[in-house]
């Protein structure tokens, strides 16, 4: 598909290109004020003391401020002394491979976790499935034979990935939909269209989104990007939670909620949500609010799962960080992401080679969607298809519920 990166040998990069990442990964590390790092292995050794399963994620926007300065300016923010849990960068980089206990890394792709897994008969929505992560990830579960469909905001391009999809793989069962998430009747269209066929629905991969746009306010004069990357997601999977469960129910089989958050979750603005000022320009900040979006991702999970449980239903949700990944999401950085383009510029292929590619990116989704392990863990948070630490924020059950609530007000 044409938004991959460049395919560069997965596990063998020619020589140069090998000692210019590693030269970056120890430059980045060096540069880090020591107290960062300090308080990083601080709160790593507590997690691991608290929960000996924990599996260490490594926060890169330390390391991206060596190619995406904007990230530099975050670590001056107050909630980063907080987020680094650093004390496994090679699970990042995608060559230093090292399998954990699921027995994937960072390095592995979404083919590789899911391979050999029939995915026949069950249905799926992938969100922002149009590019990126979103794409691979309709890609991936449609090799393994789900139906899916791609929640895109402009269909054209939704066609085209579909196509690719369908020439790569005959036998595949994709379809395009219309949905803009930062719209709240485009939402509630998309669910009735969706519903009216009475189709059933196992899977609901809540992907799609921006970073770090200038300050605006959605149609329904929310904040773009909680609007777009978190309450879209929050009415959608309210609206489709009926039949989520009843295709559990009817087909014995667990539904699952797929949230892409982010490692910048750990980055908000110091209250993390801003209830009482979320739609003000003044003090806008656009990564602290992709930040804030992100947190309010896996405030949702927390709380959804909470309520799954006291249902007692076969659903379960989690939410995951995909790791850096050279998409268009980079569109804003500039220059460098391509100048507002629909694509992310040189930086995304910049990442790709420094981080991750698409095929890795997409892995922690598919493996969410489809590996039978993670059957029963719900309200969990993974990155690189293991179970990891969420910010404090994130696991504010009061905070979880008040957005709950100050979400419902909002989408009604
Ligand atoms: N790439 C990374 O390093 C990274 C890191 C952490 C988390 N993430 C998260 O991963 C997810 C996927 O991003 P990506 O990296 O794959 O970026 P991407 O290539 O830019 O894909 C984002 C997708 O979201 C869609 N989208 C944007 N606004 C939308 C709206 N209002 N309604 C419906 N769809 C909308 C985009 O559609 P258009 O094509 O029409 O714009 C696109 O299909 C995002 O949630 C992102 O925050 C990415």
Redesign the pocket.
């Known amino acids: 598909m044409g938004?991959r990166a460049p395919q560069i040998a997965c596990t063998r990069l020619p020589l140069p290109l090998f000692h210019a990442r590693n030269r970056l990964f120890y430059e980045s590390k060096k540069n880090m004020e020591s107290d960062i790092w300090t308080n990083s292995l601080e709160v790593q050794r507590n997690e691991k003391a608290r929960n000996p399963t924990h599996n260490p994620t490594l926060i890169m926007d330390l390391i991206s401020s060596k190619i995406a300065p904007t990230f530099r300016l975050s670590t001056s923010f107050p909630n980063t002394r907080n987020i680094v849990s650093a004390t496994d960068l090679s699970r990042q980089m995608w060559p230093f491979k090292s399998n954990g206990k699921s027995g994937f890394s960072s390095s592995s792709s979404a083919e590789e976790v899911t391979s050999g897994i029939d995915g026949s008969g069950l249905t799926a929505i992938v969100?922002?499935?149009?590019?990126?992560?979103?794409a691979e990830t309709a890609r991936v579960l449609a090799l393994r034979g789900v139906h899916v469909v791609m929640a895109?905001?402009?269909v054209s391009?939704g066609n085209k990935v579909k196509e690719a999809i369908v020439n790569e793989i005959p036998s595949a069962k994709v379809e395009a939909m219309e949905?803009?998430?930062?719209s709240n009747e485009s939402v509630r269209e998309f669910v009735s269209e969706f519903t009216s066929s009475g189709r059933p629905l196992n899977i609901l991969i809540n992907?799609?989104?921006?970073?770090g746009i200038p300050f605006e306010l959605s149609k329904d004069n929310v904040e773009l990007q909680f609007a777009?990357?978190y309450l879209?997601h929050f009415l959608l999977t309210t609206l489709l939670l009926d039949t989520i469960k009843r295709t559990a129910s009817e087909t014995k089989r667990e539904g699952r909620i797929v949230s892409?958050s982010?490692?910048?979750h750990w980055v908000t603005y110091g209250e993390g949500i801003r209830f009482e000022r979320l739609n003000d320009e003044e003090g806008y900040n656009r990564w602290l609010s992709y930040g804030q979006s992100?947190l309010a991702t896996h405030l949702h999970t927390i709380e959804l799962a909470r309520r799954l449980k006291e249902d007692g239903t076969e659903v379960t949700v989690n939410s995951l960080?995909?790791?850096?990944?050279g998409?268009?999401?980079y569109?804003y950085f500039g220059i460098w992401g391509g100048n507002l383009g629909?694509s992310?510029g040189i930086l995304k292929y910049l990442?790709g080679l420094v981080f991750k590619r698409v095929p890795q990116?997409a892995s922690t989704s598919c493996y969410l969607a489809l590996r039978p392990e993670v059957k029963g863990t719900s309200g969990a948070y993974f990155a690189n298809n293991h179970i990891s630490t969420p910010a404090a924020q994130a696991l504010d059950t009061n905070m979880a519920k008040k957005l709950w609530d100050f979400s419902m007000d909002l989408v009604k």
Not at 179 to 182: F, P, Q, V, Y
């Open positions: 938004d969100t922002g499935a149009s590019s990126g992560i979103g895109v905001r402009n391009n949905l803009d998430l930062s992907n799609g989104g921006v970073m777009t990357n879209g892409v982010s490692v910048v992100k960080h995909p790791g850096v990944v998409t268009n999401i569109r629909q992310g990442i990116g």
